[in-house]
């Protein structure tokens, strides 16, 4: 016996020391035996292209599979680049947001913190708009250049300088000349109709109203109207009531809702407020993986014993009986920690000793989904964590090696799942296109996106940004982040085919 051979053996013998019970492995040929019809699914599955009802929908129709069709495969993986963190500040005119995003970037002094300013993608008025200004409204959503706002901000995430164009108040034109700003690690969009604009609102991990009182905002932009932007008393106070009030209350102050924060901001800096985000933001800034925008993501902390685990389940060499025992016990890891996500309500219970003792149950109903046929080796954990709980089964279509949608085969659900938080149990997330897929399902039949929580052993970057950018309100779990996906859709570093490791004889 090598020596390599004998640390794998000590290490397993340690883990095997502490294992639960090994738990039955549910198959989905037992799943399957009762139904011809199901089984020849199951022969067919493997053989299938991947058509995704989810995209389906949002591409429009039948063209939508046409052009997915022609979409080319992933590039070979690479290793993944956090994004910057990205905070929107919105507010009515004169709010104080710039004093607040000068406040941010004064406490983050030690981060490479970049600022764009809405004001600076205004659209340079036409000649019949000069000849009108007075008439123009800079107000309205269509005043600004939302295409090129956008553009800069993606180019910012993906650690890219851009040129940022300089708007001049004066002659309401575009300047010549450019700002350039370089990448950095928090990314501020200021401007009054950040979060109303549901695009921009969207690239935002972070996003804060300023709400201010509405007479002081007025004595703000008379000042800064009539000193920095040359225009007189008058002008500006017949601008704000024709076009800056009523424009505030129709656009700007219904987008507080979107907001995270909401700070009521007067003649002084809010300075409670200030501190509290930029705690969260140096938080953000310590997590060097896709948790820094996606709060919904739950990673497992990585121990010995959990690295130990993903080191034998992915050995190409494990045995068939090793791979089950162990991808049990990191299962039964993961299903713990899904079952954590869930609210509890408190429970008041009596001892043996005749005391009180105060606790907690889970608030609402749950059960647990399992996508076929891979889901399935994660239903007995979910049974040994959850006594007595309700299961569901999907069979969806799983990609082969052509870029197309998931069709849906079979479902068999809770008749009252629309009333269950749903654990969805996937082992890996990897286009994510199948669990997008099944998370439609859920949500037409009533689940709502925030009682979903997706199980998974490993996921990869590219389906947790399809997953988590498509529906924001779905948590994440899973025990590590891959590298990426090849050419021909495999997972890397990866585990193999997880359903044909677990389940083939």
Do not use: W
């Not at 695009?199 to 002081?216: A, G, H, Q, S």
């Not at 800056?244 to 907001?259: L, T």
């Not at 060499?317 to 713990?336: C, G, H, M, P, W």
């Amino acid at each position: 016996m090598s020596q390599s051979d004998k640390v794998k053996d000590s290490t397993r013998d340690m883990l095997l020391s502490s294992s639960p019970p090994n738990f039955v492995n549910f198959n989905t040929k037992a799943f399957s035996s009762n139904s011809q019809s199901v089984r020849n699914l199951e022969e067919k599955f493997n053989d299938m292209d991947v058509t995704n009802t989810a995209e389906k929908r949002a591409q429009g129709g039948d063209e939508g599979v046409e052009r997915s069709r022609r979409i080319s495969p992933p590039q070979p993986y690479q290793q993944y680049q956090n994004e910057p963190f990205v905070i929107g500040v919105a507010g009515g005119t004169a709010s104080g947001k710039t004093t607040v995003c000068s406040e941010i970037i004064q406490r983050l002094s030690n981060q490479r913190v970049v600022i764009i300013a809405q004001d600076s993608f205004y659209r340079g008025l036409t000649k019949e708009e000069e000849e009108n200004v007075s008439e123009y409204n800079f107000d309205h959503p269509d005043a600004f250049d939302k295409k090129a706002l956008l553009e800069c901000i993606h180019q910012l995430k993906k650690r890219e300088a851009v040129h940022i164009p300089i708007y001049d108040f004066k002659t309401h034109q575009r300047s010549a000349e450019t700002k350039l700003v370089n990448p950095g690690e928090v990314v501020i969009v200021e401007g009054i109709m950040v979060l109303h604009m549901e695009e921009i609102r969207k690239e935002c991990n972070m996003k804060i109203f300023v709400d201010t009182d509405d007479d002081l905002r007025l004595a703000r932009r008379i000042k800064r109207d009539t000193i920095s932007r040359g225009r007189d008393v008058d002008n500006v106070i017949a601008q704000y009531t024709k076009f800056v009030k009523p424009m505030f209350d129709q656009f700007i102050s219904p987008s507080k809702r979107f907001a995270d924060v909401i700070i009521p901001c007067g003649r002084d800096v809010n300075n409670v407020a200030i501190d509290l985000i930029t705690q969260h933001v140096h938080v953000k800034l310590d997590q060097k993986d896709l948790r820094r925008i996606y709060p919904n993501l739950y990673l497992i902390n990585t121990s010995f014993q959990t690295k130990a685990l993903h080191t034998i389940i992915r050995d190409k060499n494990t045995s068939k009986q090793d791979f089950v025992f162990y991808a049990d016990r990191l299962i039964r890891i993961v299903v713990e920690a899904g079952l954590g996500c869930l609210p509890f309500a408190e429970k008041i219970v009596t001892t043996p000793t005749g005391k009180q003792y105060v606790g907690v149950d889970f608030g609402n109903k749950i059960c647990g989904v399992s996508v076929i046929r891979s889901g399935e080796s994660m239903e007995n954990a979910l049974r040994a964590c959850a006594n007595r709980i309700k299961l569901g089964k999907i069979l969806i279509e799983r990609n082969k090696g052509v870029h197309k949608d998931c069709n849906l085969i079979y479902e068999r659900l809770p008749a009252d799942i629309k009333d269950r938080h749903v654990l969805l149990m996937d082992p890996i997330v990897g286009t994510g296109f199948a669990v997008t897929s099944a998370i439609e399902l859920l949500l037409s039949k009533g689940v709502k996106e925030g009682h979903i929580v997706v199980l998974s052993l490993i996921a990869v970057p590219e389906g947790m940004h399809r997953l988590l950018r498509k529906y924001p309100s779905v948590k994440l779990v899973t025990s590590e982040i891959d590298a990426g996906i090849s050419n021909d859709f495999t997972v890397l570093p990866g585990i193999g085919n997880f359903g044909d490791r677990y389940f083939s004889e």
